[in-house]
């Protein structure tokens, strides 16, 4: 009997309409997950679409070939990380590509994953269980200014600095190996003070961040994901905190401009003036409907930006 891996995606009409999915277009799902969101593209078009799917977790590429039977001949899925979707798929094939971004409910619940601090567990927090690198490694190895700001710039995690230097001395007396005991440090040293979170809540978005490298992967699959698409097609992208978001704003507000400029700031002076590479299908970010965040409270922090390939 093989273990269910059940994920409930989010704003799946909404997904479906921003990509326009119809009868005979090519689709990628660059974040397969349990397969759910494939089926529905699959399903919706029927009879001569074509998925492409990937994903980094083993897991989750069997329970997604599982989910996807049905439409056998109609979808091909590789293991691997969204960012080397270029190296399978050609430039100007498909019609669009959707990133729902994040874990899985079921990485999430299965203990020994280790990426909830709701089960006490060996700090893992890999998608990808062929990689080296742990969540132990990050917090027993790297040094306490790249804690803090792991803990700033992806966990928006206020006492960064205070919370990396406890984990540092913590450390020098016995390693911290488990999610009980990182999420009880991280307690000490910014209590909940009432709060309904718990204070751990952001640091085990950082550290997972950082043993993915979710931000480096997601810089690449933005621009692999454009090379794909053919001119109107659609690359939809669901984020679920504000680290991803703003990388995925700036990103699409970089590739709508009509003009590049040299170095990380814009002086209007120095700017080349090229063709935009997207163009915006709505310019303010979609939420799920409040039913959707009552029934799935998944869904409450999601956050749905589309665009065109010109
Ligand atoms: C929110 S879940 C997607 C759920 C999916 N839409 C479904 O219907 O079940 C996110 C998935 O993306 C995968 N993932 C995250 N970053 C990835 C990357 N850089 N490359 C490939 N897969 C990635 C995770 O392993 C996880 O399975």
Redesign the pocket.
């Given at each position: 009997m093989v273990a269910e891996y059940a994920?409930r995606?989010v704003m799946v009409a909404e997904i479906l309409a921003a990509l326009r999915v119809r009868p005979g277009g090519r689709w990628v799902?660059?974040?397969?997950?349990?397969?759910?969101?494939?089926a529905c593209i699959l399903d919706a078009s029927r009879p001569t679409g074509w998925l492409f799917g990937?994903?980094?977790?083993g897991a989750?590429i069997e329970a997604a070939t599982r989910r996807l039977a049905p439409f056998a001949g109609r979808f091909e899925i590789r293991r691997?990380?969204?960012?080397d979707l270029g190296d399978w798929i050609g430039p100007a094939s498909c019609d669009g590509v959707v990133l729902?971004?994040?874990?899985?409910s079921p990485?999430l619940d299965v203990p020994e994953r280790g990426f909830s601090f709701q089960h006490d567990a060996p700090l893992d927090m890999r998608?990808d269980d062929r990689q080296l690198l742990t969540a132990a490694d990050v917090v027993n190895g790297w040094d306490e200014a790249a804690l803090a700001r792991v803990f700033g710039e992806y966990g928006d995690e206020p006492r960064a600095r205070r919370i990396a230097r406890a984990i540092v001395r913590e450390r020098q007396t016995r390693r911290i190996e488990t999610t009980g005991q990182l999420a009880a440090l991280v307690e000490r040293w910014a209590p909940r003070h009432g709060r309904k979170r718990h204070p751990a809540t952001k640091v085990f978005l950082a550290v997972r961040m950082a043993v993915?490298s979710?931000i480096r992967?997601l810089q690449r699959?933005l621009a692999a994901a454009c090379t794909l698409l053919k001119p109107g097609g659609r690359l939809v992208v669901v984020t679920f905190h504000s680290a991803e978001d703003r990388l995925v704003k700036a990103f699409g507000r970089d590739q709508t401009r009509d003009y590049t400029h040299p170095g990380t700031v814009d002086v209007p002076e120095l700017r080349q003036p090229r063709a935009p590479v997207l163009q915006w299908v709505q310019r303010r970010a979609l939420a799920p409907d409040p039913r959707e965040i009552a029934d799935n409270p998944r869904a409450r922090s999601a956050q749905l930006r589309a665009w065109e390939k010109v």
């Open positions: 994920h995606p799902d660059g974040t397969l997950g349990s397969g759910s969101l494939a990937c994903d980094r977790d989750a691997g990380d969204f960012a729902d971004l994040g874990v899985s990485q998608m993915n979710e992967s699959g």
